[in-house]
């Protein structure tokens, strides 16, 4: 079972930006196409943006231009740069396999919140 842990999100004014990382617990994380996922209170959970173990990227219309996943195999982490944050943009983010299956953990996630 991967273990994931999430961290860098904080309070930022619109047009602000992040960077979230997450560090993930296993060797095997290089062979696993990843996401970063959001979810807003009272809505369900989406996928921001993937990244295949190639580097292949896609991202969500709502964050095309903004946002640049990335990954680093060496250190067994993910990263989503947030650039041009919006309001829209505060949820709580979580990384995972993408797509993550049943039996799939999912961590803490980090608190994002786009605010003047």
């Known amino acids: 079972q991967v273990q994931l842990v999430e961290s860098g999100g904080g309070l930022v004014q619109p047009g602000g930006s992040l960077r979230l990382s997450c560090a993930a617990s296993t060797f095997m994380f290089r062979i696993y196409a990843m996401g970063w996922y959001r979810q807003a209170p009272g809505k369900q959970r989406e996928l921001v943006a993937a990244i295949t173990s190639g580097g292949g990227t896609n991202y969500a219309d709502s964050v095309k231009g903004r946002f640049t996943i990335s990954r680093d195999n060496a250190k067994n982490t993910v990263y989503l740069q947030m650039n041009s944050l919006k309001p829209e943009d505060t949820a709580v983010y979580y990384c995972?396999?993408?797509?993550?299956?049943?039996?799939?953990?999912w961590g803490q996630g980090t608190q994002v919140t786009v605010s003047s």
């Open positions: 995972n396999k993408h797509p993550p299956l049943l039996s799939d953990s």
